[in-house]
């Protein structure tokens, strides 16, 4: 089903790469993006979508699906531009790849194949993830949505995580079956988090924009949640692995350093992550973006066939009752991390100048119109600017005013977290370039 791209100019090819495309938000980001790509850039673009899943069977159903969706955008779109279809299906072009976030092999694998086989990537956008949930406290999920049910059903409370969880080894045995030492690896910090973070500076050159002849810069759009609790985050317990609530200590890491990448304290750091000796006339740095698809109704937590349909029900109760952050379907939940994609570059540099570097969230009204809204993040508001109470509504429960300690502690913070993951993705380069197995991107 995947179409050539051979006969495509480079300069008028979009390319952008979705882990974890094969389901849920996934899919739903890749459905969107095939929408707005075609309906808002130019004829003479084409797109080039890379698709990842842990598979070629899950690759092949997701490119299949993918396709279909196309045919079925351009004969709706056919209606009104009579004679566009073939023209259309012709701008949209899939690539599938392996990739397993669990794996540092994988992940460096699939990095030299893309250093090798494709001339550049403009987005990237880091999807894939697990929630490491076990259950649910019945009886507290059951008092608190009555008796609370907008932030019961947004902020939850009542999920049960496991704790301890580890990668499998992630240097192979050797052949006379001795397995090497190696430190533990939070399962859930890989795969949401440090797994992306590697992906992210392999592919860095490739981010990297030519200063001459673009207008705009490479994109990493690191996918967050609400769920980012400032309390979540143990600075001692980085990866998660004796945390109770693995999942928010990602994402709240994920919001941390998404959103201090661009300060001026952190740029040192991220001209090493991102493979820069620093200012250049010749390329633009690439830049990291947070957003979080709100809450939708997807699978990440499992429920059986019942269930699935209490937990739509409530997610509905909980956006009729005034919560601006349940888009509930995967496709309007896309909504700010396709924008983000697609928008000018000049219009994200206004609006971050204007309001400072922040977190863009999905979000919808009563009637589940969907767009993009600012999100405050706890220790630094809507942009790190004191003083910003314009949207009191919808706040989580654990927000509080941003202070000038808070915001130097969050930003303090940030440098901190950022020197943890480089020394950590340092570490096993050397690691698995000791035993043998690490991959040259040379």
């Given at each position: 089903m995947s179409l050539s791209e051979d006969n495509v100019q480079l300069d008028n090819r979009f390319y952008v790469l979705i882990t974890g495309a094969n389901s849920g938000l996934g899919l739903g980001v890749g459905r969107r993006l095939i929408d707005e790509f075609l309906e808002t850039r130019p004829e003479s673009e084409s797109l080039i979508l890379i698709v990842t899943t842990r598979d070629k069977r899950k690759g092949d159903a997701t490119v299949e699906q993918l396709h279909d969706h196309l045919l079925k955008t351009c004969r709706n779109l056919?209606?009104?531009?009579?004679?566009?279809?073939?023209?259309?299906?012709?701008?949209?072009?899939?690539?599938?790849?392996?990739?397993?976030?669990?794996?540092?092999?994988?992940?460096?694998?699939l990095s030299k194949r893309l250093r090798e086989t494709t001339p550049k990537i403009d987005?990237?956008?880091?999807?894939?993830?697990?929630?490491?949930?076990?259950?649910?406290?019945?009886?507290?999920?059951?008092?608190?949505?009555?008796?609370?049910?907008?932030?019961?059903?947004?902020?939850?409370?009542?999920?049960?995580a496991g704790v301890g969880w580890v990668t499998k080894a992630q240097i192979?045995?050797?052949?006379?079956?001795?397995?090497?030492e190696e430190p533990p690896l939070g399962e859930v910090f890989?795969?949401?988090?440090?797994?992306?973070?590697?992906?992210?500076?392999?592919?860095?050159?490739?981010?990297?924009?030519?200063?001459?002849?673009?207008?705009?810069?490479?994109?990493?759009?690191?996918?967050?949640?609400?769920?980012?609790?400032?309390?979540?985050?143990?600075m001692n317990d980085i990866q998660g692995i004796e945390a109770e609530e693995a999942y928010m200590s990602t994402k709240r890491l994920t919001d941390i350093m998404g959103i201090t990448s661009t300060l001026p304290s952190t740029a040192k750091i991220t001209d090493r992550y991102l493979d820069r000796s620093g200012p250049s006339e010749k390329t633009t740095?690439?830049?990291?973006?947070?957003?979080?698809?709100?809450?939708?109704?997807?699978?990440?937590?499992?429920?059986?066939?019942?269930?699935?349909?209490?937990?739509?029900?409530?997610?509905?109760?909980?956006?009729?009752?005034?919560?601006?952050?349940?888009?509930?379907?995967?496709?309007k939940g896309a909504c700010a991390l396709v924008w983000l994609a697609l928008a000018k570059q000049s219009t994200l540099d206004t609006m971050e100048e204007r309001e400072?570097?922040?977190?863009?969230?999905?979000?919808?009204?009563?009637f589940g119109n969907e767009r993009v809204e600012r999100t405050e993040?706890?220790?630094?508001?809507?942009?790190?600017?004191?003083?910003?109470?314009?949207k009191w509504k919808n706040r989580s429960p654990y927000?509080?005013?941003?202070?000038?300690?808070?915001?130097?502690?969050?930003?303090?913070?940030?440098?901190?977290?950022?020197?943890?993951?480089?020394?950590?993705?340092?570490?096993?380069?050397?690691?698995?370039?000791?035993?043998?197995?690490?991959?040259?991107?040379?």
């Open positions: 056919e209606k009104t531009r009579p004679g566009s279809s073939a023209l259309l299906q012709r701008r949209v072009h899939f690539r599938q790849e392996i990739l397993d976030l669990l794996s540092l092999l994988s992940v460096q694998t987005v990237v956008i880091c999807n894939a993830g697990i929630g490491g949930w076990t259950g649910l406290n019945w009886g507290y999920a059951v008092w608190t949505i009555l008796t609370n049910w907008k932030n019961a059903v947004t902020w939850p409370e009542f999920k049960i192979p045995s050797l052949e006379n079956g001795e397995t090497v890989c795969a949401n988090f440090f797994g992306h973070y590697l992906l992210g500076h392999y592919l860095a050159p490739l981010l990297a924009r030519h200063a001459e002849s673009e207008q705009t810069k490479g994109r990493l759009i690191w996918v967050s949640s609400v769920e980012g609790y400032t309390h979540s985050l143990d740095k690439p830049r990291i973006y947070v957003a979080h698809p709100g809450i939708c109704g997807t699978s990440i937590f499992p429920l059986n066939f019942i269930l699935e349909y209490c937990m739509l029900f409530a997610f509905y109760m909980a956006r009729w009752l005034g919560s601006q952050w349940h888009p509930i379907t995967v496709e400072g570097a922040g977190k863009w969230g999905s979000a919808t009204d009563w993040v706890e220790g630094w508001g809507w942009g790190g600017k004191l003083g910003d109470k314009r927000a509080k005013d941003l202070t000038q300690e808070d915001r130097e502690t969050f930003e303090e913070t940030g440098k901190t977290c950022w020197a943890e993951m480089e020394k950590l993705r340092l570490e096993w380069e050397k690691r698995l370039d000791d035993a043998g197995v690490g991959v040259k991107m040379e």
